[in-house]
């Protein structure tokens, strides 16, 4: 037997109706928000993630499927939405078209990580990125269309944490200022972060080493280094939040792991999944663009895992309802009775009611027990008395009530 790759899933048959409800749920949610939807390719040049996601971040440096297709060209399998999109925006022209442009999609990543519980190599993100604007307003605009989705899939349970982390300007202010604190404590700090301090001082921040924590925990703020317009920004950002009655958190704490950030960083964490309990991440790129080859056009956008939603709602009880289940199993005895069942089958299908019969020869009794295995809302059973009356037998499998119903009123009665 070959089973599947580390790190990676199949959504089986019996729950692609919860992903299907993600889905619906984001992209109606999107849509409300002004945004239509980008499907990008899977791979883009390596250029695209070295440029735009950066070359100091785990995921360029660690995480990336990179190869030489045939034709000697370094490709990448995307581990994010954003640069792709970004990278679509500058080649189709979108820039000098009109803006905002406000742009959700849906679609697996590739991130080779240790896997664990809401880790895996292949994933799946729903993300927008709205681009174009600088105003603040725009930055809450995004963070409510977070927020709105998680509320309508059904979670109400994460907390918001947001933070600034400047400019370009006022960012190098702050990395020297941080680089002289933890270069005083480098003796303490894990291999990786004695690494990243002349890299990306930044990353360290979050940091999940307990020393690198004790360290961090004194470290300069950046609140207190951001320029006059930055530290504006971002008021603005949190008096929008309030006046929408979005609760939030300041924690200076999120740096995000991507290189393409400025100004407003946000994440959406959950205490129900885990190590692994950030459900939502996002926040402001206003170089990203330029960098990819495009104007100077800002960016603000997110992507939320769809497999640690899934988990989420697994793990608080939230139930997806089904729209696949069965609402009527017709149970015939005979020959007869299976072409009578075959019309109203038919019927019934053609009004959008999930209806299905006997495809396996079974007797009664085992089709009960199948309809029971499979959810079925009614059972309809059609002898040689009910094709003579033209009538059927309709159980309610829930408690088992029985009616007779005329074969021309079935459609009417469900
Ligand atoms: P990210 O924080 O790297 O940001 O990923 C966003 C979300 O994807 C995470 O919060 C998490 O739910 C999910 N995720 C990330 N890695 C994995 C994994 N290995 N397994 C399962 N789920 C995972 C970005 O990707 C940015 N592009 C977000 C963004 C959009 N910023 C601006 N626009």
């Known amino acids: 037997m070959i089973s599947v790759p580390k790190g990676t899933k199949d959504v089986l048959p019996q729950d692609s109706y919860k992903w299907q409800f993600i889905e619906r749920t984001a992209a109606r949610v999107a849509k409300t928000f002004g945004a239509s939807e ?15 996601v950066g070359e100091t971040t785990d995921i360029v440096n660690k995480e990336m499927y990179t190869f030489l297709d045939k034709g000697g060209r370094s490709i990448t399998l995307k581990p994010e939405g954003t640069a792709g999109v970004a990278r679509a925006f ?30 895996l190599r292949e994933f799946h993100q729903f993300g927008v990125e709205f681009l174009g604007a600088s105003n603040a307003n725009i930055d809450a605009e995004v963070i409510m269309l977070a927020s709105t989705f998680l509320k309508e ?63 961090t925990a004194n470290a300069p703020k950046i609140l207190d280094y951001i320029c006059d317009e930055c530290s504006e920004h971002f008021e603005k950002v949190k008096k ?39 459900v939502c991440g996002g ?3 206003d ?26 709602l697994e793990n608080t009880g939230v139930q997806i309802p089904n729209p696949n289940k069965v609402k009527v199993y017709f149970a015939p005895m ?26 396996m020869n079974r007797g009664i009794k085992s089709q009960f027990k199948y309809a029971d295995k499979i959810g079925a809302e009614y059972v309809a059973v059609i002898g040689s008395d009910e094709i003579a009356s033209g009538t059927l037998k309709l159980k309610r ?18």
């Open 38 to 52: 980008i499907r990008t390719p899977t791979f883009e040049h390596t250029e695209v993630f070295l440029r735009g």
């Open 90 to 119: 500058v080649d189709n022209g979108l820039i000098n078209g009109v803006l905002p442009g406000k742009i959700y999609y849906i679609t697996q990543c590739f991130r080779y990580e240790r896997p664990q519980a809401g880790r």
């Open 153 to 215: 899939v059904g979670i109400n349970n994460v907390s918001l944490y947001i933070n600034s982390i400047g400019c370009k300007n006022c960012r190098k202010k702050y990395q020297q200022a941080l680089i002289e604190y933890l270069g005083k404590n480098i003796d303490a700090l894990c291999p990786l972060c004695k690494d990243r301090l002349e890299k990306n001082p930044l990353r360290i921040l979050d940091c999940k080493n307990e020393d690198c924590k004790k360290i």
């Open 240 to 278: 929008l939040l309030t006046v929408a009655k979005v609760p939030f958190k300041v924690d200076a704490g999120i740096v995000r792991g991507l290189d393409y950030y400025t100004r407003t960083v946000f994440e959406f964490v959950s205490d129900n999944i885990g190590a692994q309990g950030t």
């Open 283 to 285: 926040g402001r790129y």
């Open 287 to 312: 170089g990203l663009i330029a960098q990819l080859g495009g104007n100077d056009v800002p960016g603000i956008g997110f992507a939320v895992g769809i497999e640690r939603i899934l988990m989420l």
């Open 334 to 359: 005979g020959e007869e009775a299976e072409e009578v069942a075959f019309k109203l089958c038919t019927a019934l299908r053609e009004k959008g009611i999930v209806a299905d019969f006997d495809h």
């Open 397 to 414: 499998m829930a408690d088992g009530q029985e009616s007779m119903v005329p074969f021309d009123s079935l459609i009417e009665r469900l």
